[in-house]
């Protein structure tokens, strides 16, 4: 989860088989007791149905789904960018290049490392 500045709300690496929809409820968890002045999320289409009934229902928030992209037409869509921009930026890190650890908090760890390193880099 990032916030509508790119930097990081939370993570929650998990195994593969769990669908987006019902991890994506934990990750959006840990940001609104970190963070209880959330107000509403935005996702991706691949988020309707669990996500966001499962949202509504535990912390009484919207959900904003952005629209499908239209075949052979590009356009900028509100705020998702801002998403796949930090994900861009994180996609920079080595260390999260290859699946190297074996402990999934530690992966959360270093994503939260890499991340620092490109705020530090920034300032």
């Keep these: 989860m990032v916030d509508v500045m790119g930097n990081l709300l939370s993570v929650v ?6 669908h987006d ?4 409820i934990s990750a959006a968890r840990q940001a609104c007791e970190r963070y209880p002045s959330i107000q509403k999320f935005c996702a991706d289409a ?3 149905g669990t996500f966001v009934s499962d949202l509504q229902e535990q912390f009484h928030l919207d959900v904003d789904i952005s629209e499908k992209i239209k075949p052979h ?3 900028k869509l509100p705020w998702r960018w801002v998403a796949e921009r930090t994900l861009a930026w994180l996609g920079h890190s080595r260390r999260l290049s290859k699946d190297y650890e074996i402990l ?6 270093m994503v939260k490392i890499s991340h620092f390193h490109s705020l530090i880099r920034r300032l």
């Design 21 to 24: 929809t019902k991890a994506g």
């Design 13 to 18: 690496v998990h195994v593969s088989n769990i």
């Design 73 to 75: 037409e590009w356009e």
């Design 46 to 48: 691949g988020y309707r």
């Design 104 to 109: 999934s908090a530690s992966e959360e760890a």
